[in-house]
């Protein structure tokens, strides 16, 4: 299950998974995607090892600024990520 994080300014989406298991080790999947005419530019990036992978249409400067957002918010996104999102989770 996939939970919205942050929509940015330009429409770019940011949402994440829950808690993912990958050889013991707690993962989670973040996926952005930006509307552009005729489809989506769209990355994903696995925390809390900033892993990228599929990227689509988003250059190495994109990459680059979405790497330094996460950097900031990865512990708000990984501990949403255990809790089942913003609408599950306490204190927030």
């Not at 489809?39 to 809390?48: M, N, Q, R, V």
């Not at 400067?61 to 330094?68: L, S």
Request: a negative charge.
């Amino acid at each position: 299950m996939m939970y919205p994080f942050m929509t940015l300014e330009d429409d770019t989406e940011i949402v994440h998974s829950e808690i993912l298991e990958d050889n013991g080790k707690e993962t989670v999947k973040v996926y952005i995607k930006k509307p552009v005419e005729g489809g989506f530019l769209s990355a994903e990036c696995y925390l809390p090892d900033y892993q990228w992978k599929n990227i689509e249409g988003f250059i190495d400067e994109d990459i680059k600024k979405f790497r330094e957002f996460l950097e900031s918010t990865a512990h708000i996104i990984i501990r949403l990520a255990r809790e089942g999102g913003f609408d599950n989770a306490a204190n927030f």
